[in-house]
């Protein structure tokens, strides 16, 4: 069945690092990509998605290309900071008429000042 | 505009005890996910509904949980009867299913612990 592997976290980085989450999936056809992030004590909210092979998701400065050849949608941000402190969730939608998502397991991020 | 709501945000029981929790979507929505995260399996779909209608009830661990959608503005998931394994947070999510976008609006989520 599809599923999606992320890397495990914690990760920890200092204010103003560059950011990488690794992320790959196994699915059958042409899945639509996502990251989810949730800040403490609240629920999951889109983060960033594409839709088809080597398009790129972004959205407050995190980006992420999806990359059919090594079926990845990793996430990167260039310049991280405290607020962006959270758990970040990869996530795939497979075809047909449904929004059912498969989640990866979280990659908790935190940033130091 | 009201999210997703969810009651109770937070909720201590005992073994063996009934437990109901309840979800209202965003208004016009059609599509509702019931997600159980637990630090060990992470965040696992449980059922989910479309047009008040269940479509895929895979997830859902065993015969003591149970899911209704009575409404298009009301769900509930029961677990009867509770055990310490249930432990988790349960996530309510809402979509409209013609946008097709994989875009869910997540609630804040109920925090279960079972004794």
């Known amino acids: 069945g599809d599923s999606v592997t992320q890397m495990e976290g914690p990760v920890t980085l200092s204010e103003e690092a560059f950011l990488t989450i690794n992320c790959t999936y196994t699915?059958?056809?042409?899945?639509?990509l996502f990251w989810y992030v949730q800040y403490p004590g609240e629920g999951l909210q889109l983060l960033l998605k594409?839709?088809?092979?080597?398009d790129k998701g972004s959205n407050k400065g995190f980006e992420a290309t999806y990359r059919k050849e090594t079926t990845s949608f990793h996430l990167e941000k260039g310049s991280v900071q405290v607020s962006d402190s959270a758990v970040y969730f990869c996530?795939?939608?497979?075809?047909?008429?449904?929004?059912?998502?498969?989640f990866g397991t979280g990659t908790l991020l935190a940033v130091q000042p | 505009d009201a999210g997703v709501i969810q009651s109770p945000r937070h909720e201590v029981t005992e073994m063996g005890q009934e437990v109901t929790l309840r979800c209202k979507p965003i208004?016009?929505?059609?599509?509702l996910f019931w997600y159980r995260q637990t630090m060990m399996r992470g965040l696992e779909l449980l059922i989910y509904?479309?047009?008040?209608?269940?479509?895929?009830d895979s997830g859902m661990p065993e015969d003591r949980f149970s899911a209704k959608m009575p409404n298009a503005s009301f769900s509930t998931l029961k677990i009867q009867p509770s055990e310490p394994r249930d432990s988790a947070v349960y996530f309510c999510?809402?979509?409209?299913?013609?946008?097709?976008?994989?875009?869910?609006?997540f609630g804040e989520g109920s925090r279960l612990t079972v004794l």
């Open positions: 999510a809402s979509s409209l299913v013609s946008a097709n976008t994989g875009e869910l609006f």
């Open positions: 699915a059958t056809g042409y899945p639509s």
């Open positions: 594409a839709t088809k092979a080597d």
């Open positions: 996530a795939l939608k497979g075809g047909g008429a449904t929004n059912k998502l498969i």
């Open positions: 208004s016009g929505h059609n599509s």
């Open positions: 509904f479309n047009n008040n209608v269940p479509i895929d």
